[in-house]
């Protein structure tokens, strides 16, 4: 069994999320109270982990059937290193035509492994991007077309590094963010995902 695996996110998960770490600015000013984000230095950051930890889990269960919300937990060595949540833009009953497009909602990795390598060696920014692409292909047929969008405050560097690392770019604005997209096709490719073998191969399988 590989060190690293990643599974969907249950209420089963629910404390383990409750204390995921992922904003620098808190870890850097720890004598502040962590749920407090007034002079957070990173306040995205801050406001991703408040959502892991307090609403990812009701929310992926709210969404999961009108939009196929998905939420994922990356570990290494069953530490919980990293966290996302993808879903489809599309309602259950639209008619795609063959085109869809999938929002990259949340994504983290826990504050210690943050630019760093995992047991494994590989960068854990990239084995949760890698996770997320696998699940995303379980979803589609090889002959849809996918696009999958995030979107990103300009100050975020980190994240915005990260996505233009593995191939996103910017295709417009949203409001205060930016809109980055990827194709799925594309994004398989970088992060080494195939389409024809088990994608499941290093996470529990899916119920």
Same mark, same amino acid.
């Given at each position: 069994?590989?060190? +690293?695996?990643?599974?969907? =996110? ?14 620098? =600015? ?21 406001? +991703? ?21 998905? /939420?994922? !937990? ?9 966290? %996302? +949540? ?29 630019? =760093?390598? /995992? ?7 990239? %084995? !949760? ?16 077309? +996918? ?15 990260? !996505? ?13 963010? /930016? ?6 096709? %594309?994004?398989?490719?970088? /992060? ?16």
């Amino acid at each position: 069994m590989e060190s +690293v695996s990643w599974s969907r =996110g249950t209420w089963a998960d629910e404390a383990e999320l409750h204390a995921f770490d992922c904003c620098p =600015g808190c870890r850097a000013q720890a004598a502040r109270h962590p749920t407090d984000p007034t002079g957070c230095e990173t306040a995205w950051a801050h406001e +991703v982990q408040t959502y892991f930890q307090d609403k990812a889990i009701s929310q992926a269960q709210a969404g999961s059937l009108p939009y196929d919300q998905r /939420l994922l !937990l990356l570990r290494d060595t069953e530490e919980l290193v990293g966290a %996302a +949540v993808h879903y489809s833009e599309e309602g259950s009953g639209d008619d795609s035509g063959g085109f869809f497009e999938r929002r990259l909602a949340a994504y983290a990795t826990a504050s210690h492994v943050q630019g =760093g390598k /995992l047991s494994t060696g590989e960068y854990a920014s990239k %084995a !949760l991007l890698r996770a997320v692409i696998s699940d995303i292909t379980s979803r589609y047929s090889p002959q849809n077309t +996918v696009l999958i969008t995030g979107l990103v405050l300009p100050m975020n560097r980190p994240s915005r590094t990260c !996505l233009e690392r593995y191939g996103w770019s910017i295709v417009s604005q949203q409001g205060r963010y /930016l809109v980055y997209a990827n194709s799925l096709q %594309a994004a398989q490719e970088v /992060l080494d995902v195939d389409p024809s073998v088990d994608i499941d191969a290093f996470h529990e399988p899916r119920a």
